[in-house]
């Protein structure tokens, strides 16, 4: 059975750095796509962040490009989301997506448009909510 457990949402400042943790079970993490999501009150969801254990297997939106790095700790079959710079905009809840993909590298080269669907990804975490402010 496949679970993605989040945690380290919280309050911070802005320009403060903060790290989130998706702990997954039933696959590993490095087999398929696993990506961040999150949704802001009265918007959509989008996502900031994916990876896989691929050469070049790293993705980001736009708005968190050189702030935000996803990485993944195969051995504790966890991926991290590490936030840095925070700002306002960033507060959201965050999920952790997996997609089960039998050549994810295809995922990470050419038209991104598979990565940032939430709609190809099976499988999510409940959320952790993230809040920057002063």
């Known amino acids: 059975q496949v679970q993605l457990v989040e945690a380290g949402g919280g309050w911070e400042q802005p320009g403060n750095p903060l790290r989130l943790s998706c702990a997954a079970s039933?696959?590993?993490?490095?087999?398929?796509?696993v990506g961040w999501f999150r949704q802001a009150p009265g918007k959509e969801r989008e996502g900031v962040g994916f990876?896989?254990?691929?050469?070049?297997?790293?993705r980001y939106s736009s708005s968190v490009k050189g702030r935000f790095i996803v990485s993944a700790d195969n051995a504790r079959n966890t991926v991290y989301l590490e936030m840095g710079s925070l700002k306002p905009e960033d507060t959201a809840i965050y999920y952790c997506?997996?997609?089960?993909?039998?050549?994810?590298?295809?995922?990470?080269?050419?038209?991104?448009?598979?990565?940032?669907?939430?709609?190809?990804?099976?499988?999510w975490g409940q959320g952790t909510q993230v809040t920057v402010s002063s």
């Open positions: 990876i896989s254990d691929c050469v070049g297997c790293t």
């Open positions: 997506a997996a997609a089960q993909v039998v050549y994810p590298a295809g995922w990470f080269s050419g038209p991104e448009g598979r990565l940032f669907d939430e709609y190809e990804y099976e499988y």
């Open positions: 039933g696959f590993a993490v490095g087999d398929w796509v």
